[in-house]
C-alpha cells in the first residue's frame, strides 16, 4: 500500500514538474489527466503483440536457421517498444488546466515537441460531455468537448469522471464572473475618488487665486 501510495505521488510531483516546466500558469486551481485504463489497454496490447512476436520467432527458429534472425525480431521488438514508450508518454503528458483567467490545454506530442492552447474564460461558450460505450461507464471514463464562441470546439478524450468535470469547469467560469464584476467595481471606485480628490484640489487653487485677487483690487 505504501509503495502505490508513494509511485503515485513521483508520478504527480514528475507531472507537476514538467507542467510547471513547459505551462505558465500562475494559479492552477484543477487538473484534468486521462482515465488510467487508456495506460492499461495499451499495456495489454503492446504485451500481446510482444508475446506473439517471440511465439513466431521460436517458430520460425525450429525451421529457418539463419544467423541474422533473432536480430531481425530482437530489432522489430525494440522498434515496437520504444512506439509504446512515446505513445504512452504522449497520452501521460496530456493535461487541461483549469486556472484563474480560463482553461490550458496542453498536448505532447512525440518526443521533445508539445502544443499549449489556452481559452480565456469569456470565451468559452460551454462544456459537454459524453460516454458513448459499455466500457466507457464501466471504467468511468469519456470525453470533454470545450465549446468556444464562433462555433469553434476542442475535445479532450478519455477524461475521468467526464460529468463531474465538464461541472465543475462551468462552476469555476461562473464563480470568477461573478468576482470579476466587483474587482472593476472596486477599480471604478478608487479612480473616481483620484479625480474628485484633483478636482477638489483645482477648484480650491482656483478660489485662493481669485480671493487674492479681489484682495488686491480692494487695496488698490
Given at each position: 500500500?505504501?509503495?502505490?501510495?508513494?509511485?503515485?505521488?513521483?508520478?504527480?510531483?514528475?507531472?507537476?514538474?514538467?507542467?510547471?516546466?513547459?505551462?505558465?500558469?500562475?494559479?492552477?486551481?484543477?487538473?484534468?489527466?486521462?482515465?488510467?485504463?487508456?495506460?492499461?489497454?495499451?499495456?495489454?496490447?503492446?504485451?500481446?503483440?510482444?508475446?506473439?512476436?517471440?511465439?513466431?520467432?521460436?517458430?520460425?527458429?525450429?525451421?529457418?536457421?539463419?544467423?541474422?534472425?533473432?536480430?531481425?525480431?530482437?530489432?522489430?521488438?525494440?522498434?515496437?517498444?520504444?512506439?509504446?514508450?512515446?505513445?504512452?508518454?504522449?497520452?501521460?503528458?496530456?493535461?487541461?488546466?483549469?486556472?484563474?483567467?480560463?482553461?490550458?490545454?496542453?498536448?505532447?506530442?512525440?518526443?521533445?515537441?508539445?502544443?499549449?492552447?489556452?481559452?480565456?474564460?469569456?470565451?468559452?461558450?460551454?462544456?459537454?460531455?459524453?460516454?458513448?460505450?459499455?466500457?466507457?461507464?464501466?471504467?468511468?471514463?469519456?470525453?470533454?468537448?470545450?465549446?468556444?464562441?464562433?462555433?469553434?470546439?476542442?475535445?479532450?478524450?478519455?477524461?475521468?469522471?467526464?460529468?463531474?468535470?465538464?461541472?465543475?469547469?462551468?462552476?469555476?467560469?461562473?464563480?470568477?464572473?461573478?468576482?470579476?464584476?466587483?474587482?472593476?467595481?472596486?477599480?471604478?471606485?478608487?479612480?473616481?475618488?483620484?479625480?474628485?480628490?484633483?478636482?477638489?484640489?483645482?477648484v480650491k487653487e482656483y478660489m485662493d487665486k481669485k480671493t487674492s485677487e479681489e484682495e488686491d483690487e480692494e487695496?488698490?
Amino acid at each position: 500500500m505504501y509503495l502505490s501510495e508513494a509511485r503515485v505521488l513521483l508520478v504527480n510531483m514528475l507531472r507537476r514538474q514538467i507542467m510547471k516546466k513547459y505551462v505558465d500558469v500562475d494559479t492552477v486551481f484543477h487538473v484534468i489527466w486521462h482515465n488510467a485504463s487508456v495506460f492499461v489497454i495499451m499495456m495489454v496490447r503492446t504485451l500481446i503483440f510482444l508475446l506473439v512476436l517471440y511465439v513466431l520467432f521460436l517458430v520460425l527458429d525450429k525451421y529457418i536457421i539463419w544467423e541474422y534472425l533473432p536480430w531481425i525480431f530482437g530489432i522489430f521488438g525494440l522498434w515496437f517498444f520504444v512506439k509504446y514508450i512515446i505513445d504512452f508518454l504522449n497520452i501521460y503528458l496530456d493535461w487541461l488546466i483549469l486556472s484563474e483567467n480560463g482553461l490550458t490545454l496542453f498536448m505532447w506530442e512525440w518526443l521533445f515537441d508539445h502544443k499549449t492552447d489556452f481559452f480565456e474564460r469569456d470565451k468559452i461558450e460551454a462544456i459537454s460531455h459524453n460516454q458513448n460505450s459499455f466500457w466507457d461507464k464501466l471504467f468511468a471514463k469519456g470525453d470533454l468537448l470545450i465549446k468556444l464562441e464562433h462555433w469553434v470546439e476542442y475535445p479532450f478524450e478519455n477524461i475521468n469522471f467526464p460529468q463531474r468535470q465538464a461541472e465543475k469547469i462551468m462552476r469555476y467560469k461562473s464563480q470568477f464572473s461573478q468576482i470579476q464584476p466587483t474587482e472593476n467595481t472596486s477599480l471604478g471606485d478608487e479612480k473616481m475618488a483620484i479625480i474628485a480628490e484633483a478636482l477638489s484640489e483645482v477648484v480650491k487653487e482656483y478660489m485662493d487665486k481669485k480671493t487674492s485677487e479681489e484682495e488686491d483690487e480692494e487695496d488698490y
